[in-house]
């Protein structure tokens, strides 16, 4: 993205507070001590808040032309300070910071020298990654600042309020509610328990429907698909899983949750037989567990059903979650023209995690503005379905004749081993 293009994506009536604390993660202690560097430290305190993110109305008490007059002379003075002090790092966090916060009122000239100077610091400061993170989020690149900020949660371990109010606004432009509703809880701890901005977080919230094991549900609202090259990733919030397969492997998602299952079937690519070609049917079976009843109880309860009649203990199957439980079947009750049947049963289970969701959800870009428009475009953050609560009992099976079972074990490996359990 050039400066003179803005490309400003923010979820519609979503702004940030205006009590900001970015500025004070720079360490003065570390900055020169030149009179210039100082007064523009000391000019932004008051106003770093109120450039947190691009405002399409104004809300602020100082006039917002005035605000951004002197993001523009601060910055000015921290680059001219720069030259004189090139090695200074706290100098070019600041200075990357301040090119952010201008550029958020409209000054576009600074989005280069932001992303330069935040850039150059990113793999060694937290604190530079972030900044970088939110900048890249409130411009073009939703996914990439949002992957930014999840790298830095990944690698330190303690993180002040700011940063993760900032987390919890990128996430919830990149469809990311469970990621953005623990952030607001960790951004109100780190604040000594009180809310960092009620507004949006009651939005955050609010975009995380709740579920109940006897309502229904259309495979429209269980289950959506995200095309990646070539292959698909199938992921429903509601029955807390996903899973990828290649992008042209036929899939049927039940056609609808009532009382609880869940269901998801695909078809392997056809291998040879020694009749004709034959397509092995991989499927993933849910349902809530009864109260009281073990994962072993459940498998059991299923293989006491005469299609699985003779099933054995297998080993060797990849677990997506901790325990799992595994059966084969061979058989010569059916698909005797192909050498008779050879079935593979997974048993595992889940519990309901804390922030439902979380483990199913990655940065989504945002549809693509009007590139005819030199303005902001505004998103209202989709809704998604909580997890049906409670423990939640799966079976993963593979069901192939004997002349496929080699190469479709194959393909049911692969499927298991891109499983993703939303669980404890």
């Not at 104004?58 to 680059?79: G, I, T």
Request: aromatic share 8%; charged share 20%.
């Amino acid at each position: 993205m050039s400066s003179a293009h803005r490309f400003t994506l923010v979820v519609a009536i979503l702004t940030g507070s205006a009590v900001s604390a970015q500025i004070r993660q720079i360490d003065r202690t570390q900055l020169p001590t030149d009179n210039a560097v100082q007064v523009a430290y000391d000019d932004l305190l008051p106003i770093n808040g109120y450039a947190r993110t691009y405002e399409s109305g104004w809300r602020f008490p100082v006039p917002r032309d005035q605000v951004a007059n002197r993001l523009k002379v601060d910055l000015l003075a921290l680059q001219s300070a720069q030259r004189s002090h090139p090695q200074n790092v706290e100098l070019q966090l600041l200075t990357g910071l301040t090119a952010h916060l201008a550029y958020n009122l409209d000054l576009q000239e600074a989005y280069n020298p932001a992303m330069k100077l935040l850039g150059a610091l990113a793999a060694n400061d937290y604190r530079a990654a972030w900044f970088l993170g939110i900048h890249r989020c409130q411009s073009n690149d939703t996914v990439g600042g949002m992957n930014q900020l999840l790298g830095v949660e990944a690698s330190t371990q303690k993180l002040p309020s700011d940063f993760w109010q900032d987390y919890a606004n990128c996430a919830s432009v990149t469809f990311m509610p469970a990621h953005a509703v623990r952030a607001y809880d960790l951004a109100d701890a780190a604040n000594n328990g009180q809310p960092v901005d009620s507004a949006l977080e009651r939005i955050a919230r609010n975009a995380i429907k709740p579920s109940a094991n006897t309502g229904t549900y259309t495979d429209k609202q269980a289950w959506s698909e995200i095309q990646a090259g070539k292959t698909a990733r199938f992921t429903s919030t509601l029955c807390g899983i996903s899973f990828e397969i290649p992008s042209d492997d036929a899939v049927q998602i039940g056609s609808k949750i009532e009382n609880g299952p869940c269901y998801a079937g695909v078809e392997t690519p056809r291998y040879k037989t020694r009749t004709k070609p034959s397509s092995a049917t991989m499927s993933l079976h849910s349902d809530p567990a009864p109260p009281g009843e073990s994962l072993a109880s459940f498998a059991q309860s299923y293989l006491d059903k005469p299609d699985f009649a003779g099933a054995k203990i297998a080993t060797g199957l990849p677990c997506p979650t901790q325990d799992c439980v595994a059966y084969e079947l061979i058989t010569n009750n059916i698909y005797y023209l192909q050498g008779g049947a050879h079935a593979l049963l997974l048993f595992f289970a889940s519990d309901q995690p804390q922030y439902p969701g979380l483990k199913l959800e990655s940065p989504t870009a945002l549809p693509k503005a009007d590139p005819k428009s030199s303005g902001p475009t505004f998103y209202r953050p989709k809704e998604t379905l909580q997890r049906l609560p409670g423990i939640r009992f799966f079976v993963a099976i593979l069901d192939a004749n004997a002349d496929i079972y080699t190469p479709s074990r194959t393909d049911f490996n692969a499927f298991l081993r891109s499983i993703v359990v939303d669980s404890k």
